[in-house]
């Protein structure tokens, strides 16, 4: 990750206060809990490997299912691309990775308020 592991402690701490609801921020025992090392271990870690531990998906499809999936490109926001590059290298260290699959959905870069300030997710063929 590019921010050091003491920077993302302030940062989780400092998002707090904006990413929990007024009920829960009103209950001194749970954000004692969010403040505590269990949370904080889990939430900031001192590593990140990456998603792991996840077996290869085998896909049982009907016999009448395509055999490929044309997919149109969606355009990217100038305004989004170089943060969208970043961000997808970055993911791509963790858990993308290349695929020669015959079926794909179109990648689709939306901005968001927090950091990275991109959101990256795929369209399916009925969301469109």
Known sequence: MET??????VEYFSLLKD????????CPEFMEILQ???CVDRFVPKEWTGIKGFPPLDLQVMDDFPPFHK???????PRL??????????????MYRHSTSPWASPLVIAPTATKPFIRLSTRTAAGA
């Open 4 to 9: 050091s592991y003491d920077e993302a402690r």
């Open 19 to 26: 990413h929990v609801g007024d009920l829960l921020a009103t």
């Open 36 to 38: 505590s090392d269990l």
């Open 71 to 77: 997919v149109r490109s969606r355009p990217v926001n």
């Open 81 to 94: 691309y170089e943060k969208a590059k970043k961000e997808f290298e970055r993911l791509t260290g963790y």
